[in-house]
Structure formats: structure tokens, C-alpha cells
């Protein structure tokens, strides 16, 4: 298992036949393979792409799997490429000693994905954090308000389309 | 779990019971015991929480958008900024995180030097903790005790980085240069005392009735609720679950060096400080090991690349001048890649998260700090308690505005 986050592994294919006995791949692949739609392993980190619609239930899978912990989320805005946002989401396992990295990708410019929060409290303010400076929805948040910028705030700052410096 | 959390107050319904006799009140942003400029709105029944909810942001700076316009060795100067009590944790959480983008092998002796700087930011911060939990509970004094050890530990930054509290000295590839000569018997004398200066405050706390009467069974929390909620570090272990990313994951190699992680079942607010405490113990433990089989060799890696060469190179030989000058007006390409790199600070777990897209600038670069997570559980732990006990709580997980704004 350890051995296998060693070597640089590039696509679904390659990981699910190098890692098949990994705690999260395997998860994953009993409870929806096709909802997997990508895989990397790369500087010791694995990645493992989900379809957005089944990414709550994907993270139900791995928790099931041992990884207890959610750690961080967060979004990266790729303009002008298409799909335009990706959503990484950290889960760590306190059993395992391990991480593992979700991602999700959503497109447009006022996308929605479904919240983990109902299922991971502790994202709560991470993903009211997203949408405060990504303008990315998610369905289901209890309490999906702006949290670092004012609430009148025009914009979401994080993307790569709202200037660094000088008027917007 | 409270179904409420996450709910502003002034938006909802009441809460169950006699609503027309609540009163929400406003603490904060300008509380004095709120660490900065926190600010929560309380939903009180009496003197009784019913509910809390913290509002923040009147410290966001942008941060995060700041680092895409700058280089990969610009970003360094602002990590400091973040979380400003334990700056050498975030200098070396996010030299890992691009370290390991580039795929970068750190001279031993300047993994060991890391680990020494870190655990002397953990007592840094955790000094502070202690002084300032203890006077919003209403003990002046320890606050003078433990700001005249930090006082030593900022000289000893200043003599090692030029600067007390922005240190800057971890960066990518090391750290700056090599230590003053006489830094390391400094740290010595230093840890020779700091026992006894622990056993001091301890004496002026551990036995203190009022002290104990205002945090024993005050602010508790199940260990899965914490950890459900995204608390981590010494919160997290006060309430029995035993986890620390120095021992469980390490990095830095800090699987050369032996320290005990300190658990507490208790789950309260004493469980907390005393978790602290021993860990300040712990952190003594590792800085005498760091010191004592400190290795010899370099403090850089060999990539000219990316590293500054050091000065006189600079200036007698032209390779060096021109690697010098392609880093500091071109910077360093860095591969693509996606990296998330945790490390265990003094707050609890610490995360950079860097993406590269090959230019020399980091395309996205989200800092996870640990106050912003464990601020969700505050409601948890406050609920059912008297207004007073806020205070008690919010000094107990330790938290750090800038860390939480960013």
C-alpha cells in the first residue's frame, strides 16, 4: 500500500489496478466504480475524482472505510478552461495515519454541487468559505451565507477573473 | 450534534423554551477577551447560553489572492502574517508543501534545524496561550511570567532571523542561512531553565482554586463531536482522541525523535491546559534531542536553481550571480501538481494546499489553520453555560484571529 504511493501513477486504470487493496480505492470501487471517474497518485498523494452528483455518497463510502476526519476543502478556479471549477476536498483517516484527496469539478458561472455538510459538519465554514470567494453554490448547507467578506459584497475574490489590484 | 449550528440568530426562529424572554446580545468585535477582533452574537436565557454564533472576517486581508500574484519565495514573507504567534510553523508548512511540488531532498541538518524552530514556535505560542487564557480568567500575573520567557525566545529569533516575530527563516529549499554561533548554547540555557519556569506558572495555577473552579467541567466536548466538528491538535486530544500529525504522519523527520503525545479524557477546559502544559514539556524534550545530535553539513539543498547562494559566492563567482538573479527577478518554475502538506502547530493542524500550474507563480495556494475549524465548535461547548464561561472556552481552544480571517 505504501509502496504503491511511491510510484507516480497517472489515470483511473493505472491506480485501480497498482492500489486495489488501498482502504479508499477499494471503498470506492464496491460502492459505485462507475461514479469514479479519474485517479492519480502523485508526490506521495492520491487523488480520486468523483462525478459531482455522487460526491456525498462517495465521501459516506471512504468514512466507512476509516477516513474520520474531514481536514479541508477547497476550490481552485481553472477560467477559461471548461470544466472551470475543481473541488478538492482532504479527508484523513485517524486509524489509517493516511489521507486522501477527493476531487469534483463543476462548470459555469454560477454552479451548484450538493453539500457535505449535513454529513461532515466540520465543513460547514469551509464551504461557506467557497462560496464567499468562489460564488459556488452548495445545495443542502444550512446557513450558505458570505463568512470573510462583507455581506453586500460584489464579486467572489478568488476568481481568476477578479483583479489582484486596482477598481474592479 | 446541535442541529442549529451554523444558523445566525438574528435570521432564525427562537430557540425552544420561553422565547419572548431571550435577549441576544453582541460581544465583540472589540471584546477584550475575544483574542482580537472575534465577534459572536448570544442568544442568552438569563445568563444561560441558548445559542452562539461567532461572525467573522473583520480581519480578512486577502491573503490567499495575494499569494497568485506573487513568486513561490514572496509567499514566505506573508505566511508569517497568518498566523503571527507561531510564525515558523507556517514558514515551514508552506516550504514543505512547495518542497514537495519541486520534489526537493532538505540536508539533514536542515531538517533538524526546522524541528528545533518549530517546537521552539509551539512554546512560543503556547507561552501566550497560557499568560492570556489565565488573565482573561482573571490570574494577572502569569501573563508577566510568561511573557518575560517569549521575550527570550523573540530575542533569540531576532539573533537568528533579524526579525522578532516575521521571521521569514524557513524557506523553500532550507532555511535562510546558518545559525549565529552562539544561537544553539542560547537555546540551551534556555530549555536549562524553562523547567522550572513551567513548574512556576503551574504553581501559581494548577492549585489555584478560582482557576480551577472556572475551567474544571466547563466547555466540554465529546471526543467525536470535536473531532466531527474539524477540531484539532491539543482540543482535540483533551478530549481523547490521540492523534498528532508529528508522530502520525511526520514530516520534517520527525520520526528520528522521541516525545510523548499527552492525552486527557476529560474533555474540558482543565483538560486542555494540562495537555498544553505537558506538551510545552514535550517540546523541551525535543529540542534537547535536536541539540544534542544536531548532524552536520549544510543548512540548504544543493539547487541552484531555486536557492539563494549565500552571499560571498554571490559576489566571487559569476555562476552564483546569475542563479542569484534569475530567482530574484524571474523566480523558480515549479512543476505542475496538486500538494496538500500538513504539519502539527501549536493550535493544532496546519494545512497548505498548492497548485501549480509550471509558472513561477503558484496558481492557487488555500491555507487550512486550525482556529478556523475548531471556531465551529464553540457553540458545542459553550451551550447550556453562563455568558462567563465564553471566556473561559474561546481562551481554552486558543484561537488566533489572523489565522481565521487570513
Given at each position: ?168 | ?187 540551551q540555557q534556555f530549555i536549562d531553565i524553562l523547567p522550572e519556569k513551567i513548574d512556576e506558572y503551574s504553581n501559581l495555577l494548577t492549585g489555584n482554586p478560582i482557576f480551577r473552579n472556572r475551567l474544571i467541567g466547563v466547555g466540554i466536548i465529546s471526543g467525536a463531536d470535536a473531532a466531527a466538528l474539524g477540531v484539532s491538535g491539543p482540543p482535540l486530544r483533551a478530549s481523547g482522541v490521540d492523534f498528532d500529525l508529528r508522530r502520525d504522519m511526520p514530516y520534517s523527520s520527525y520520526e528520528k525523535f522521541q ?7 476529560a474533555s474540558d477546559c482543565w483538560a486542555r491546559y494540562e495537555v498544553r502544559m505537558l506538551e510545552m514539556r514535550e517540546s523541551i524534550k525535543i529540542i534537547q534531542q535536536a541539540l544534542d545530535g544536531m548532524p552536520t553539513g549544510p543548512v540548504k539543498a544543493d539547487a541552484p536553481k531555486v536557492v539563494l547562494p549565500d552571499r560571498e559566492k554571490m559576489k566571487t563567482q559569476m555562476e552564483a550571480l546569475i542563479h542569484h538573479f534569475k530567482i530574484v527577478t524571474e523566480g523558480f518554475n515549479v512543476p505542475k ?70
Amino acid at each position: 500500500m505504501a509502496e504503491a504511493l511511491n510510484t507516480q501513477l497517472e489515470g483511473r486504470q493505472a491506480v485501480v489496478d497498482a492500489m486495489a487493496d488501498h482502504a479508499a480505492v477499494r471503498a470506492i470501487l464496491q460502492w459505485n466504480a462507475a461514479a469514479l471517474t479519474d485517479a492519480q497518485v502523485d508526490r506521495g498523494e492520491l487523488s480520486l475524482t468523483i462525478t459531482p452528483d455522487q460526491l456525498v455518497a462517495a465521501t459516506e463510502a471512504i468514512r466507512a472505510a476509516g477516513y474520520n476526519y474531514f481536514e479541508d476543502m477547497t476550490a481552485v478556479d481553472w477560467f477559461p478552461s471548461s470544466p472551470r471549477f475543481q473541488l478538492s476536498y482532504h479527508f484523513v483517516s485517524h486509524a489509517l495515519k493516511e489521507r486522501i484527496r477527493l476531487r469534483a469539478f463543476v462548470d459555469g458561472e454560477s454552479p451548484t454541487i450538493a453539500s457535505v455538510t449535513p454529513a461532515w459538519p466540520a465543513a460547514n465554514y469551509f464551504e461557506r468559505e467557497v462560496f464567499d470567494l468562489f460564488g459556488i453554490r452548495f445545495d443542502g448547507h444550512p446557513n450558505l451565507r458570505r463568512i470573510l467578506m462583507p455581506d453586500e459584497w460584489q464579486g467572489y475574490p478568488l476568481r481568476k477573473d477578479y483583479p489582484v489590484e486596482g477598481y474592479r | 450534534m446541535p442541529e442549529t449550528i451554523g444558523t445566525p440568530i438574528l435570521a432564525a426562529p427562537p430557540a425552544t423554551g420561553s422565547a419572548e424572554q431571550h435577549m441576544v446580545i453582541n460581544m465583540g468585535p472589540q471584546h477584550p477577551a475575544t483574542h482580537g477582533v472575534l465577534r459572536l452574537v448570544l442568544e442568552l436565557d438569563g445568563e444561560i447560553i441558548v445559542r452562539l454564533y461567532p461572525e467573522i472576517g473583520y480581519l480578512h486581508t486577502g491573503i490567499e489572492k495575494t499569494c497568485e500574484a506573487k513568486f513561490y519565495q514572496q509567499v514566505v514573507p506573508l505566511t508569517d502574517r497568518v498566523n503571527y504567534l507561531d510564525p515558523l510553523a507556517n514558514n515551514l508548512c508552506y516550504a514543505l508543501a512547495v518542497e514537495k511540488l519541486l520534489q526537493l531532498e532538505i540536508p539533514e541538518k536542515g531538517q533538524w534545524l526546522r524541528v528545533l524552530l518549530a517546537e521552539l514556535s509551539r512554546l512560543n505560542s503556547h507561552l501566550i496561550w497560557l499568560g492570556t487564557h489565565a488573565m482573561d480568567i482573571g490570574a494577572l500575573t502569569v501573563f508577566l511570567y510568561t511573557f518575560r520567557e517569549r521575550e527570550e525566545i523573540l530575542r533569540m529569533f531576532e539573533a537568528l532571523a533579524g526579525q522578532r516575530m516575521m521571521t521569514s527563516y524557513i524557506r523553500v529549499g532550507g532555511v535562510t542561512m546558518e545559525p549565529p554561533l552562539d544561537f544553539f548554547s542560547r537555546v540551551q540555557q534556555f530549555i536549562d531553565i524553562l523547567p522550572e519556569k513551567i513548574d512556576e506558572y503551574s504553581n501559581l495555577l494548577t492549585g489555584n482554586p478560582i482557576f480551577r473552579n472556572r475551567l474544571i467541567g466547563v466547555g466540554i466536548i465529546s471526543g467525536a463531536d470535536a473531532a466531527a466538528l474539524g477540531v484539532s491538535g491539543p482540543p482535540l486530544r483533551a478530549s481523547g482522541v490521540d492523534f498528532d500529525l508529528r508522530r502520525d504522519m511526520p514530516y520534517s523527520s520527525y520520526e528520528k525523535f522521541q516525545f510523548n503525545v499527552p492525552v486527557s479524557t476529560a474533555s474540558d477546559c482543565w483538560a486542555r491546559y494540562e495537555v498544553r502544559m505537558l506538551e510545552m514539556r514535550e517540546s523541551i524534550k525535543i529540542i534537547q534531542q535536536a541539540l544534542d545530535g544536531m548532524p552536520t553539513g549544510p543548512v540548504k539543498a544543493d539547487a541552484p536553481k531555486v536557492v539563494l547562494p549565500d552571499r560571498e559566492k554571490m559576489k566571487t563567482q559569476m555562476e552564483a550571480l546569475i542563479h542569484h538573479f534569475k530567482i530574484v527577478t524571474e523566480g523558480f518554475n515549479v512543476p505542475k501538481g496538486e500538494v496538500y502538506q500538513g504539519i502539527e502547530c501549536g493550535h493544532g493542524q496546519m494545512g497548505y494546499h498548492v497548485v501549480s500550474d509550471g509558472s513561477a507563480k503558484p496558481y492557487r495556494v488555500h491555507m487550512r489553520y486550525p482556529s478556523f475549524a475548531t471556531l465551529q465548535a464553540l457553540e458545542a461547548m459553550c451551550k447550556g453555560r453562563m455568558i462567563a464561561d465564553v471566556v473561559a472556552v474561546i481562551g481554552s481552544i486558543d484561537i488566533v484571529l489572523g489565522e481565521i480571517d487570513r
